[in-house]
């Protein structure tokens, strides 16, 4: 009974979190949105439901036609005057850009769409202690500066810059399996270094 009852979780529980967060989401871009859905609803009378479906349409189809515009050579003119425009009445403008950029930008650029997974001894190459982590950046010098993940968050971590006899790269290990590993807190990580 034991075992068909966890069975029955195992099952059930992923579904019941994602619906979860799903609901949480888009309570949240509701709460965001909703002086644009009260002006949707209130002229025609339509649900809020359909209100906030109108309006998250019509914002994505602003982000394409915006994306659209940007990509052709006046544009993105415009976009590079707008950007000058928006530094200066705003010093945090471009740190909040590259940190959006790193997660929905150019995936080349990006390290958390094609870094390289390493094992790292962040406490020098005589520690048997390692730490799993990203390559950000090599450099001239043959040094690496990699991004070490905390679990369960993958996207909170520390950076270290590191010698290259405390990098071992994996490059058999594929990022979104390691990402995994730190999601799950380390679990797994027996199967990913096993080779």
Known sequence: MKKIFIGGVMVLLPVVILAAAFKWLFALITNWIQPLTNLVVADNRLPELVGDLIVIAIILV???????????????????????????????????????????????????????????????????TSVTAIVTSRHDSGDFTVFVP??????????????????????DIKLEDMMRTIIACGAGSGDLYKS
């Open 62 to 128: 602003l982000c394409f036609v915006v994306g659209t515009l940007v990509s052709t050579r006046i544009g993105a003119w415009a976009h590079r005057l707008f950007d000058r425009y928006l530094l200066k009445l705003a010093p945090g403008y471009r740190m909040v850009k590259e940190v959006i950029a790193q997660f929905f930008g150019d995936a080349s650029k990006s390290p958390f769409a094609n870094g390289e997974v390493a094992r790292v001894k962040i406490f020098g190459p005589q520690c048997p």
């Open 150 to 171: 905390t679990g369960p968050n993958p996207t909170s971590g520390n950076m270290y810059h590191l010698k290259p006899d405390q990098v071992e790269l994996r490059p």
